[in-house]
């Protein structure tokens, strides 16, 4: 088995050693194990611990994690951030394909997020573009400027949701199809997509699709919606009423 290394870094202590015992007990992938609470300790094992997994507070009183990692030069390791809210920068590390947890952190939540973060390392997911895109998206004023970071075997692409005119789950694959007429297959279920969209303007209209209501030209008798690609989509029977009512507040 590969050597897999991993450092925490967070100011309380309790969550660092409930953290530490949570790794030992439940991720055995983990076989290196380094953990501070001093932020230039942190900064310090960055460079010469080398792990190629970091758990990262996000709230600091003498930095922040996001503050800490402007520091580092080169973010050539994944990231996990942790948290006890449900702020703001949640829904920017939704959209920036990288992952988080919150405290009280669960064990199945941590095996999920380490499993996550295997398939990366097996797609070559550029850690650098991904931390990039989060960082844009910290810093824009507006959620609608956020760009949803889509990780695919060609790269990884970004798009602001208003030029996605709407998504289709195949199977564990979702296929985006934009503005621009391009179209991009993922390998994340629609469900992982759903979760990040909703509050977007995006609406489930079918099991196998999601669209932007934005790009909703009409909807026809015959239980389908037209959009603005031409594309034609089918209304499931049993969320007709629910789509209807919500178009038609749009």
Do not use: C, W
């Not at 910290?138 to 602001?160: H, I, Q, R």
């Amino acid at each position: 088995m590969n050597t897999i290394k991993a450092l925490i870094i967070d100011d309380e202590t309790t969550a660092v050693k409930t953290l530490s015992l949570m790794i030992q007990h439940y991720i055995p992938g983990i076989t290196a194990l380094k953990t501070t609470t001093d932020v230039y300790e942190g900064l310090h094992l960055l460079q010469h611990f080398e792990p190629q997994l970091l758990f990262i507070d996000i709230q600091m009183p003498v930095m922040s994690g996001f503050e800490l990692l402007k520091q580092v030069p080169q973010v050539n390791f994944s990231i996990i951030f942790t948290t006890a809210h449900d702020e703001y920068a949640i829904d920017a590390i939704r959209f920036s394909a990288l992952d988080y947890l919150l405290k009280p952190i669960d064990a199945d939540e941590l095996q999920n997020s380490f499993n996550r973060f295997i398939e990366k390392q097996k797609s070559n997911t550029g850690n650098r573009s991904l931390y990039n895109n989060f960082m844009h998206n910290l810093n824009v004023t507006d959620k609608k400027e956020f760009k949803l970071a889509l990780p695919t075997l060609l790269g990884t692409f970004f798009y602001k949701p208003g030029d996605i005119i709407r998504l289709e789950g195949e199977g564990n694959y979702t296929k985006f199809y934009f503005a621009d007429k391009t179209s991009v297959l993922t390998s994340y279920t629609m469900k992982n997509y759903e979760d990040i969209l909703l509050n977007y303007g995006f609406i489930r209209v079918h099991k196998s699709h999601l669209v932007n209501k934005a790009h909703v030209i009409n909807y026809m008798t015959d239980g389908m919606l037209t959009m603005t690609d031409l594309s034609k989509v089918e209304i499931s029977r049993r969320r007709k009423e629910d789509v209807l009512d919500i178009l038609k507040n749009k």
